[in-house]
């Protein structure tokens, strides 16, 4: 977007619409570099619980790769722009100016981030697709074609024998098979917008042509590149959470992911081996005896489990008298921040057990 500063106009990206997002959400109760590793999608225990905390699932992983070179340099840009505030010198904690708050809501009102963009749910199934279908696409087209000699628009070896192993398995008619693969294609585009699915379409690569990057697609559409981003991650996004309402109606997308063959998916797994420990009954010490790790360690991963499983009971780790009291300290404060609110309780209350609590009413609050 463009916008006057100074009586100069001034080309803002969608890259900073996000980051003043994410900025906005965290109101200098984190560095900016915890939005570096959110943005980037890194699957450490506090960057997942910021995740969930602020409400910023959505996000995660969204502009993965970024750099931090050009992510310093980012922040450093809106802060000459005066549309974010340090809170205190060299903090790199930072909220939005008047100036960044209205500028967000105006571009908000034009380009909203998209209502089925999930990086931390989706990203890593949409990614499995995208690498298959875009291979199968591609070979499919070269077979019916009767072309032999391509360059293979995917390098990984594990996506390529998913292809070969898949066409050995059902490409005994392979014009019946294309023709199924369009219209589940077709059909599951009908739920986005024209612009996603053209997006869409024009990334995938056929006998005749390579299909366009981002960059080539922003250019061609007169597009923010970011944007192009987000919405081609939103259309797969879109995709895969159709696949997990109503397989019967695509069995050859859904045989692309594995989305429903894994529940447990989004931990890290660390977080997966302490999770399945608990489930056996084993206390938080004697897993990390068990495992050889630090009780902090194992601590993270429950604040983890917290975020990721709603009815994961926590009771065991909080008695109820606790949890009233953090939570009313954290009615009363309004914060997020640890130390504030672990000042307002008693000693016997430890920041773990603020976790837990912050963890339960992250999506809520």
Known sequence: MYFDYGGN??????????????????????????????????????????????????????????????????????????????????SNKFVLTESGSSILNSE?????????????KYNDHSLILWRRLSLLTQVLSNLINGKKRYTPIQQEDTVFEWVKKFLMKNGHNRYELSECLYKEVLHSLERVSEIEATIFVMRLTSSTRIGYTIEQISSILNEDETWCQILFLHTLHSIVKQLEMNEQKFPILVSMTETNHDNNVLFTASTKTTYQMLLQGKTIDE??????????????HVVEITHQIPDFSIDQFVSSEHQQLILSAYQMLQTKQLKPIKEKLSNDISYFEIRLILARIGDIT
């Open 108 to 120: 908000y009102k034009k380009k909203p981030i998209p209502d089925h963009l999930n990086g931390w």
């Open 9 to 90: 106009t001034v080309y803002l990206s969608y890259r900073s619409i996000l980051i003043l997002t994410c900025i906005d959400k965290f109101n200098g109760e984190r560095t900016v570099y915890g939005i570096y590793h959110l943005l980037n999608g890194k699957k450490s225990s506090q960057t997942i619980g910021d995740a969930n905390l602020f409400s910023l699932t959505s996000l995660f992983g969204t502009l993965k790769p970024l750099d931090r070179e050009l992510f310093d340099k980012e922040i450093k840009w809106l802060h000459q722009l005066s549309m974010i505030k340090e809170i205190t010198p060299t």
């Open 287 to 300: 897993i990390a005896h068990f495992r050889n790790l630090k009780r902090n360690t194992i601590e993270d």
